[in-house]
């Protein structure tokens, strides 16, 4: 039987809010053993200057009055730093310095790793007092980066180690901007989520404009995204014929059909509406051939041809808009189904969710941890259900929609109502024996 549509969906957004939940799980566990306000805990606090804080340093003996404009500053320069970027990477893209952009990304996956991972390292060594010596120290954090680097940006890597270094980037950049004062932290949340909402949905918005480029030339996206696709297989006909295995660029195991070059089909599917929702062929970061899933069903009588099932990886999602339904309709009528595009193209299939996303939700529910575990599990709640009701609304907007806006919204709100309300009245209640 045919599964049904909410299924599909669940399949989906598991798919999406596991990666995520893990993230964020990690950023809590890292702030929570190496936070200053944590009582087992000796790191002194040392306030940083970063690019989030260029204009206003928080002190704690600043008034609130201080804090709110300085912080407030912060965040509007940061914004506008990160949209002149934006700004000049489209630019960047429009004439072709793919190249560029490529090399430029896979340094900055690099620096990531190798200096603020491996400023987390020694701080984890030193916290828990882990004996290992320099050498073993230095050839662990090399051999880290360096195959951190080549699984996201290299083909013929398994799916689930890329996905499994893009959360690690995520935990990294996370932690880091978790140091950043209280009051610039929410701020800057606040102020990324609106920049968010106007950069995908406003006209001349400097993602909607990388979006649209992207999908004219049928290219990947210029950035670091996290590929979450479920894979949904099934095959018709009792006897195959002759099946030729291979490995695609995920690490996954597929069965080409031998076949003359009449009976070969090209295929070409939709891609995740989150990013978008335009024809993609081409990977940014592999320059690998297509491969496809084709099953040759030989059960029939030998007058007649062979029925070929292709059956390929498509977001539920996507299944479930109708994407693509006009040329499945023109492929049936030669007897050839098709479900999506080819592995070719694997990283294009599914749902995409920017790195960017994973790190300030990340950020939300560490600064949360520096309070108490409370606010921790209704942040995760508020992140979790505003990330859900933003993957839905995909099905019924049909077009890219950023996810910092509804998630960011709801955690903050939550955090406050928590912190300010139900904490006092749940430990009121609790040291009063009134509940327990």
Known sequence: MESSILESIGVEIIGVMSPVSICMFLVVLLVYSLSPSNPFSSSPSVPIRTAANLVYLESPSDSATQKLEGSLLNALVFVILIAVVTFLLVVLYYYNFTNFLKNYMRFSAFFVLATMGGSIFL???????????SITCFLLLFNFTVIGVLSVFSGGIPIVLRQAYMVSLGIIVATWFTKLPEWTTWALLVALAVYDLVAVLAPGG???????????????????????????????????????????????????????????????????????????RHSFSSDSSEHSTVVVCSDRVQNREPEIVVDEEMSPLVEMMGLGNEREQQMRRDNVEVRGSGSGSDSDRGIKLGLGDFVFYSVLVGRAAMYDLMTVYACYLAIISGLGCTLILLSVCHRALPALPISIALGVVFYFLTRLLMEPFVVGTATNLMMF
């Open 123 to 133: 701080s984890i060594i030193q916290h828990f007092s882990i004996p290992v010596d």
């Open 206 to 280: 400097p993602l909607k404009l990388l979006v649209e480029l992207a999908s004219s030339r049928d290219d990947e996206l210029p950035a670091l995204v996290y590929e979450a696709r479920p894979i949904a297989l099934r095959s018709r006909g009792s006897n195959l014929g002759l099946l030729v295995g291979g490995v695609s660029d995920s690490g996954s195991v597929e069965l080409q059909a031998v076949n003359n070059s009449e009976n070969r089909t090209t295929n070409e599917g939709e891609s995740s509406p989150l990013v978008s929702h335009s024809r993609e």
